[in-house]
């Protein structure tokens, strides 16, 4: 089937790029379905680097990841919400909250662990290589995710 937007050439980029950020979402919400996991894809960022630093601020996290405060202030509510991370705060500067996983949190990252791995390993394979430039290397992404979805190609490796 003909793609326009691969036919439109680096006009489209922004497009391309939407799109397979759109599928690599969708796909792995599908992944974490399957494997009985309540988790919002677009919370990772976040979720990973509190757990990896064990206690991270709104200000670590957007200088880490280049998001806006907004986004981060509602990622950070939308994860204490469902009881994942707890805060404190700062005693030095009251208006400093250190964020944590909680229980809940820790005993989720746990079970996120190897489902990562999975993932991870599968995107390694599908971003490995030769194009000779950013739009090819894409087109080569998408036609392998049109033979085989990602939540395919992981579950069956998980």
């Not at 430039?133 to 992404?141: E, G, Q």
Request: aromatic share 6%.
């Amino acid at each position: 089937m003909h793609d326009e937007l691969q036919h439109i050439g680096e006009l489209a980029l922004g497009s391309r790029l939407k799109r397979l950020s759109d599928t690599m979402m969708r796909e792995t919400r599908e992944i974490y379905g399957a494997c009985n996991v309540d988790f919002d894809p677009y919370l990772f960022p976040i979720f990973k680097i509190i757990a990896e630093d064990q206690i991270a601020t709104t200000t670590t996290l957007q200088t880490k990841l280049k998001y806006t405060q907004p986004a981060i202030t509602q990622a950070l509510n939308k994860l204490t919400y469902k009881d994942l991370v707890n805060f404190t705060i700062d005693k030095q500067d009251k208006r400093k909250k250190n964020f944590c996983l909680s229980v809940k949190g820790k005993e989720l990252h746990l079970k996120m662990i190897p489902i990562w791995n999975a993932i991870d390993k599968q995107l390694k394979w599908l971003t490995q290589g030769s194009a000779t430039n950013l739009l090819h290397h894409i087109t080569h992404i998408e036609n392998q995710l049109n033979e085989k979805s990602l939540s395919k190609r992981v579950l069956e490796n998980l």
